[in-house]
């Protein structure tokens, strides 16, 4: 028998999927808690199911030898991971991470069924198209802001995602900025400072406040 709270939870945040695909998904679909840094997915792992997100919010990254990591974008309540799903249909091993930022619920959905959908619901069709849409759109936003932008761009850019995601208070240290960006915790140190000297954020001691970017 069916969770009827597992159904609602779907529905809360997939409203527009028809009451059959919302019982597909709950049957076939697995929910599991992440605490903080817990992975959702790892580079090198062959994905068999895909990733939409509950609740919570979940960064998807790039990692380099040296464990440097380089953001791509975030996932929040409604969203999928496009990515995930373009592994699971071509049988491809994952190129990325991901890992919750706070405690999230992340839906994990078999690649097999995920496949059926698609001819059998327009909701599903439309839904993943639009995923792919957005999360390349986000991508493009990313590169425009690393090949044509100086790094106190970049600083305002990435706090300006980060407000989107998680609101008028970052809490985010110096250094993870700085491994973020790729820069060093005096250099972010430093850009911080002036950002302060505008009156575009409040830094406080665990976590950045963001007044007003809107002039940059």
């Known amino acids: 028998m069916l ?4 159904i609602s939870l779907i529905q809360e945040k997939f409203p527009q999927f028809e009451p059959a695909l919302l019982q597909d998904i709950a049957q076939a679909g697995v929910i599991k ?8 997915l790892r580079t090198g792992q062959f994905l068999k199911s895909n990733v939409l997100v509950l609740g919570g919010l979940v960064k998807v990254y790039r990692e380099d030898e040296e464990g440097d990591e380089f953001l791509m974008y975030y996932l929040q309540d409604g969203n999928a991971c496009a990515l995930s799903m ?3 249909a071509r049988d491809e091993k994952s190129q990325v991470m991901a890992k919750a930022v706070t405690p999230s619920e992340v839906l994990f959905i078999p690649a097999h069924v995920s496949e059926l959908w698609l001819a059998k619901y ?3 069709h439309t839904f993943i198209i639009a995923s792919y849409r957005a999360r390349f759109d986000e991508l ?3 590169l425009d ?14 706090l300006k995602r980060h407000q989107k995601v998680m609101g008028q208070e970052v809490r985010l240290s110096h250094q993870q900025i700085a491994e973020e960006l ?16 505008t009156g575009a954020v409040v830094l406080h001691r665990n976590f950045i406040e963001i007044k007003n970017l809107d002039l940059f």
């Open 33 to 40: 808690h992440l605490e903080p840094e817990d992975e959702a």
């Open 3 to 6: 969770d009827p709270e597992k």
């Open 86 to 88: 373009m592994c699971t």
């Open 140 to 142: 493009l936003q990313t």
């Open 122 to 124: 327009p909701s599903w």
């Open 145 to 158: 802001s690393i090949v044509f932008k100086g790094l106190d761009e970049r600083l305002v850019f990435y």
């Open 182 to 197: 790729n820069s060093s915790r005096e250099v972010i140190s430093r850009l911080l400072k002036k950002l302060e000297q």
